[in-house]
């Protein structure tokens, strides 16, 4: 099978100061996936859970403490230290469309110098004619959005003029860091449906980090579920969000508000009260919260079991696939 | 039905700015009449830029330059009694509003002082209300506040950026919990947290409505949250209400166009089949849509929707509709 990008067991070690004292968390935890050509792959899982640390060192921006990226057949390590990730075809969108742009720069700069930098027109009117032509894919034109700031568009008009500007170097692979989480479910349809779009049209793959699941079953093949550090559960999107088989996927899961004032949540949960604390559990680290917690999830790390064509990492299955306790 | 603790009268709130020597009004709040009851969960809802935070800071009388107050009233209920909220001094509003009104604003987790502890916070909130309180007894009721509300006692020793965006967000709403105030305005405290910690922040605000048998007014465009705890809805469209109804009639029986495009663009689990967003974008409130402000984008439009604003009727008991498809306004047409 053809594989775009492939992530292979990296795992990333901060060092950080607590309120109880400096601790070293694991951040991403042997964490491996692939995406293919022309698809779309969710990361999903709460906040702080690892997400954007494994985008960063996809990106470069980080680097990993160990495992490898393999992207277009090519290993990270040949070209370590090197900002490769624009030339090989990376490009990224982030949460804040408002944070991406300077508030005092007219936003179509940006533009202009990316396509100088990577030399993609020759003269102004052809440089017009591509900002153009890519405004026109995200449903906006050079016309409505010369000369303006930040501040002049809508933020959902800006999240797509971010997404504008990362296909300008029509990138093979969009990294988006939670692209809808600050914009209402009208914009972020219109955003999963452009992902959609252009996936069909110019065989982009997207790996779409969100921790809107209604969106990533919508717009994705595969999930990989992610939970402080660890990828728990990782397979088809209809297997993994339509019967969740690791007991934090299936938290998730019901934890989805349904637009259904008949289907109120009734059972109450329990959050963590700090992140580090679990980050730091010798077990499972769903441990805390786990409804069928047992003694050896409180001493060992489970480790991948695949059950039904989905991994899960979770002690429930264990060699034999166990059915969970109600 | 409970009585009324909240009400306006035909409010307009526009921000009045000025731009190079040319005045351009942006009319957030356009003409809205509510009436918010004791003991209910009252929920806002609509697309990005539609006026929900103007109306809040209208409703919690935060209403300060550029915005202004341009017709219509905000009656406070005080022991039974309405109080016009623009008749008041603003050293009595001031009073009014920390004992009758607490309002956590839009991305007010991110507003928490980041050098003090959280206790210094809780208690600089105290004395701000309560006077002669000593040190201590400040932290303990602090203490025994949060423990009331389910949160570890032992946060009020950190900074704020020692904690996740949810606890920053739990421990804001408790802290407006704390003088229990008649009503609590809440501006989209779910939004951008991940669906755990929304559930809980969600519980949360249960716990607190279900204690103080309070008032919460939410603004949240998320509708899966309003289905799950508001007891009415309000949908906001353009500066104006365009549907209210109890959550039931809302969900299950919607009848506005707008509302009705609000709740089937969601994705369904078990549904791939392509979902379409509301077709266009919301209007410039500046350079509002003649007529119904919702004709350029509606499917149903017809002649007099682009020439005259229907007005929000009443259909049957608690729900009300502003279209002229509905309610015999103009004749019923598919
Ligand atoms: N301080 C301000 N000065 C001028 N215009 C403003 C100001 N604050 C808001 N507006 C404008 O008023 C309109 C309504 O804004 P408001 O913040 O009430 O929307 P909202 O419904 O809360 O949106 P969101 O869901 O994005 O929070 C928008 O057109 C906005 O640009
Ligand atoms: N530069 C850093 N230094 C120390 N800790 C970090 C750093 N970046 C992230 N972390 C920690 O790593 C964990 C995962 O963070 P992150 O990848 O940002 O999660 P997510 O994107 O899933 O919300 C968090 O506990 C976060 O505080
Ligand atoms: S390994 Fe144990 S604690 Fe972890 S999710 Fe499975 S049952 Fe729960
Ligand atoms: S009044 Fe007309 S344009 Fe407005 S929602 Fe009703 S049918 Fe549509
Ligand atoms: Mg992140
Ligand atoms: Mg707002």
Redesign the interface.
């Known amino acids: 099978m053809e594989k775009l990008l492939e992530v292979k067991n990296l795992t990333k070690v901060f060092t950080m100061g ?2 109880l004292s400096r601790v070293r968390l694991t951040a991403a935890e042997d964490v491996s996936f692939y995406i293919k050509p022309g698809e779309i792959f969710t990361l999903a ?4 859970c690892g997400k954007t640390t494994t985008a960063k060192i996809i990106l470069g921006f980080e680097e990993p403490t160990s495992g490898t990226i393999v992207h277009n057949g090519k290993d990270r390590a040949e070209t370590k230290g090197k900002k490769v990730w624009q030339e090989e075809g990376i490009q990224a969108i982030f ?1 804040d469309p408002f944070g991406t742009f300077n508030p005092l720069r007219v936003v179509d700069r940006y533009f202009f110098e990316t396509v100088q930098g990577f030399k993609l027109a020759a003269t102004k009117r052809e440089a017009i004619e591509l900002i153009d032509e890519t405004l026109r894919l995200v449903g906006l034109t050079y016309e409505e959005f010369a000369g303006k700031y930040p501040s002049e568009f ?4 800006l999240q797509r003029v971010s997404i504008a500007r990362a296909l300008l170097t029509k990138p093979n692979l969009l990294i988006a860091d939670e692209p809808v ?10 955003i999963v ?1 452009l992902f959609k779009r252009l996936k069909e049209e110019t065989n982009l793959s997207v790996l779409y980090i969100t ?5 990533a ?2 717009v994705s093949e595969r999930i990989a579920i992610m939970f402080r550090g660890n990828i728990v559960e990782i397979g088809p999107v209809e297997k993994v ?2 019967e969740p088989k690791h007991p934090y996927s299936q ?2 899961r019901e ?11 009734s059972k ?2 329990v ?5 580090e604390e679990e980050y730091l559990r010798v077990g499972c680290k769903f441990a805390g919260r786990c409804p069928h917690v047992m003694e050896i999830c409180k001493t060992q790390p489970p480790k991948d079991i695949d059950v039904d064509g989905v991994l899960v990492k979770c002690f429930l299955y264990n060699g034999t696939p166990a059915t969970p306790h109600e | 039905m409970n009585e009324t603790i909240l009400r306006t009268e035909g409010l307009k709130t526009f921000y009045i700015l000025d731009v190079f020597g040319t005045q351009k009004v942006v009319k957030a709040v356009n003409n809205i009449n509510l009436d918010i009851r004791t003991n209910e969960v009252y929920g806002i809802a609509g697309e990005s830029g539609c006026g929900k935070t103007t109306l809040l800071k209208a409703l919690a009388a935060a209403i300060e330059p550029p915005l202004r107050l341009v017709d219509g009233y905000i009656f406070y209920y005080v022991d039974g009694k309405p109080v016009d909220v623009s008749t008041l001094s603003p050293e009595a509003k001031r009073k009014l509003r920390l004992d009758y009104i607490a309002y956590v604003p839009q991305g007010s987790m991110s507003a928490l002082n980041p050098v003090i502890k959280l206790k210094e916070t809780y208690r600089d909130f105290i004395e701000s209300h309560v006077s002669g309180k000593t040190k201590e007894e400040t932290v303990a009721m602090a203490e025994q506040h949060i423990t009331e509300l389910g949160l570890p006692p032992k946060i009020l020793e950190a900074y704020p950026h020692q904690l996740s965006g949810g606890m920053r967000q739990r421990v804001t709403i408790a802290l407006a919990a704390l003088m229990k105030p008649a009503i609590i305005i809440a501006d989209e405290p779910t939004t951008a947290l991940d669906v755990v910690v929304q559930r809980g922040v969600v519980q949360l605000l249960m716990d607190i409505q279900k204690k103080l048998k309070n008032t919460i007014i939410l603004v949240t465009h998320d509708m899966g949250v309003q289905a799950n705890i508001a007891d009415r809805v309000g949908i906001m469209y353009a500066g104006k209400i365009v549907e209210e109804s109890t959550t039931e009639k809302i969900y299950g029986d919607p009848q506005h166009p707008y509302t009705k495009f609000l709740i089937n663009s969601l994705p369904q689990f078990g549904d791939k089949s392509p979902r379409q967003s509301v077709p266009g974008s919301p209007p410039s409130l500046i350079d509002l849509p003649s007529g119904c402000a919702f004709h350029p984008r509606c499917p149903h439009a017809m002649g007099i929707c682009a020439e005259q604003t229907p007005e929000l009727i009443t259909l049957d008991t608690d729900h009300k509709v502003a279209c002229w498809l509905v309610g015999g306004q103009h004749g019923k047409t598919a």
């Open positions: 607590s309120i899982g709460e906040s702080g949460q809508s933020g959902g008009q989480s600050m914009v209402d479910a009208s914009l972020r349809m219109s449906n921790h809107d699941l209604a969106t079953y919508y969000l339509m938290l998730l934890s989805i508000p349904e637009a259904d004032p008949t289907k109120r949540w109450r949960i959050l963590a009260e700090t992140e």
